[in-house]
């Protein structure tokens, strides 16, 4: 993965538990204390973070990865990119269609990058399905993390359960989303 991964763990952390727990984590998954943005590393430091970080936080790494996964877009691709992401979708079901879309066009920018795949379906009123292939495992809780937090940031309520997933013998994993905009 690329150090903007890594990075964005390393500043969730910052901004959550202070630089002791940031030390306690790096150190014990033995990887660097800071991160190149545009640097690829090999996806066994994030890994090793996620692991760390449940450990010396006391939580499952399913609660660390979901927990990425909101921060991932409520305040590193925000923050650093929302302009960007802004031509991407005026809603969150519009924004969730052109996932697939905007991994793509950012597979075009970094050299290597093995971008995950998204499907969304239809279900019925405010409900739809996310089907989401990766060659990465173990990603599922922070996907549904990530659906948090595009719901978060167009104001919108969402209920997301995993449909089928990977861990248990699917070929990817499809998650069902109930939504509501504020009013």
């Keep these: 993965m690329y150090g903007m991964v890594n ?38 430091v994030t890994y090793r973070l996620v ?40 809603s969150f079901v519009e924004f969730v269609t052109n996932l697939d879309a905007l991994h793509r066009r950012v ?18 009123p405010e409900r739809i399905e996310v089907h989401y292939r990766s060659e990465r495992p173990g990603l599922t809780p922070f996907v549904h993390g990530l659906l948090e937090g595009v719901g978060q940031r167009f104001n919108t309520t969402v209920a997301v359960e995993v449909a089928e997933s990977r861990a248990d013998g699917a070929d990817h994993d499809v998650f069902h989303v109930r939504y509501s905009s504020a009013a």
Aim: proline share 4%; net charge negative.
């Design 7 to 44: 990075r964005a763990v390393r500043d969730m952390v910052l901004a959550r538990f202070g630089t002791e727990t940031w030390t306690k984590i790096h150190t014990k998954a033995d990887a660097p204390a800071e991160f190149v943005k545009m640097k690829g590393y090999d996806d066994a």
């Design 51 to 90: 692991a760390a970080a449940s450990e010396v936080l006391e939580i499952s790494q399913d609660d660390v990865m979901r927990t990425f996964g909101v921060y991932w877009v409520v305040e590193t691709a925000e923050k650093g990119y929302g302009p960007l992401l802004a031509l991407w979708g005026n």
């Design 107 to 124: 597979a075009e920018t970094f050299t290597g990058l093995k971008p995950p795949s998204f499907e969304v379906k239809t279900l019925g």
